[in-house]
Each structure stands twice: as structure tokens, then as C-alpha cells.
């Protein structure tokens, strides 16, 4: 069984930053798998905020372009998500997946609220 575990929500201003981590037991197997974050706020469904392969390369669903970055650190087995300008509507669970592994964290909540 994989563990993922995620961190570094909290309340922020709007224009503010966090930068969300994702921790995995998954160890030296970590560099082959793409990983994804997504969030969920209260009543609607789960969305794609941001995803990086196992090359490296990065993808950002439109509504968080030029705002967020996703990075990945093999060595630690970890995923980072770097979110600027944060906007009200960014309030939710953020969660991260590993891609091909069913289990999920508990996610971070970010709130963005003056």
C-alpha cells in the first residue's frame, strides 16, 4: 500500500502564496510515475490543478496558468506545488495522486479569504 501525504495549506490573504507539498512512500520507484495535483471544493467535483511525468515535463489546467508550479523532487519522493496570486476561488482539498496507484491522502485545505 502507497502513502501519500500532503501539507502546507492555511489560510491566505487573496494575492497571497502557499507552496503545498506531497509526500510518498513510493521510494526509488518514485521517478517513474507521473503525479497530479488536483482539488475539490465543497460541492463540486474533483479537478486537475497541475501535473508532472516522470521526465519532468508540466502541465497546468487553464484556470491556474502563470500562477502555480509544480516540481518534483525523486530524491525525496516528493511534489511540490507552488501557488501565487491566489485567488477566493481557490478555496478547496487539495489533493495529490500518483498515477497507475489507487490509494489517495487526506489532502491540505487552502482557504483564500481576506
Known amino acids: 500500500q502507497v502513502h501519500l501525504v500532503e501539507s502546507g495549506g492555511g489560510l491566505v490573504q487573496p494575492g497571497g502564496s502557499l507552496r503545498l507539498s506531497c509526500a510518498t512512500s513510493?521510494?526509488?520507484?518514485?521517478?517513474?510515475?507521473?503525479v497530479d495535483w488536483y482539488r475539490q471544493a465543497p460541492g463540486k467535483q474533483r479537478e486537475l490543478v497541475a501535473t508532472i511525468t516522470s521526465g519532468g515535463a508540466t502541465g497546468y489546467t487553464e484556470f491556474m496558468k502563470g500562477r502555480v508550479t509544480i516540481s518534483r523532487d525523486n530524491a525525496k519522493s516528493t511534489v511540490d506545488l507552488q501557488m501565487n496570486k491566489l485567488k477566493p476561488e481557490d478555496t478547496a482539498l487539495y489533493f495529490c495522486?500518483?498515477?497507475?496507484?489507487?490509494?489517495w491522502g487526506q489532502g491540505t485545505q487552502v482557504t483564500v479569504s481576506s
Open positions: 495522486n500518483v498515477r497507475g496507484i489507487p490509494e
Open positions: 513510493l521510494r526509488e520507484t518514485f521517478s517513474r510515475y507521473t
